[in-house]
């Protein structure tokens, strides 16, 4: 398994920006998918984005496209998620998590392929 540190949440208006970030070490961090999940209170957690191995895909949700984007640099093993627009429907712990399996973008949007997750960075957005 590979140990995943979020960073960069914290308390922002409505229409502003964030840009979470996300340190792994471990397995080889460049064989991987790796996305960003969240939750927010009383609701289960939902896929947010995802990137390919080999980052030359991208997946995410329907609620956050064309405001978040995200990106891995496999030298320096980091994986980052830019949340632009933000919505107080946004608000959440945001999660990082590394895919189970190696080098396949296979049912990236299920929580239940991955099986690293970090400790989770909350976000508020306020209206």
């Known amino acids: 398994q590979v140990q995943l540190v979020e960073s960069g949440g914290g308390l922002v208006q409505a229409g502003g920006s964030l840009r979470l970030s996300c340190a792994a070490s471990?397995?080889?961090?460049?064989?991987?998918?790796m996305g960003w999940f969240r939750q927010a209170p009383g609701k289960e957690r939902e896929f947010v984005a995802a990137?390919?191995?080999?980052?030359?895909?991208?997946y995410y949700a329907d609620s956050v496209k064309g405001r978040f984007t995200i990106s891995r640099d496999n030298a320096k093993t980091t994986v980052d998620l830019q949340m632009n627009s933000l919505k107080p429907e946004d608000t959440a712990v945001y999660y990082c998590?590394?895919?189970?399996?190696?080098?396949?973008?296979?049912?990236?949007?299920?929580?239940?392929?991955?099986?690293?997750w970090g400790q989770g960075t909350q976000v508020t957005v306020s209206s």
């Open positions: 990137i390919a191995w080999s980052g030359s895909s991208t």
């Open positions: 471990g397995r080889t961090f460049s064989n991987y998918a």
């Open positions: 998590a590394a895919h189970s399996v190696h080098r396949t973008s296979s049912l990236v949007t299920n929580s239940r392929m991955y099986n690293s």
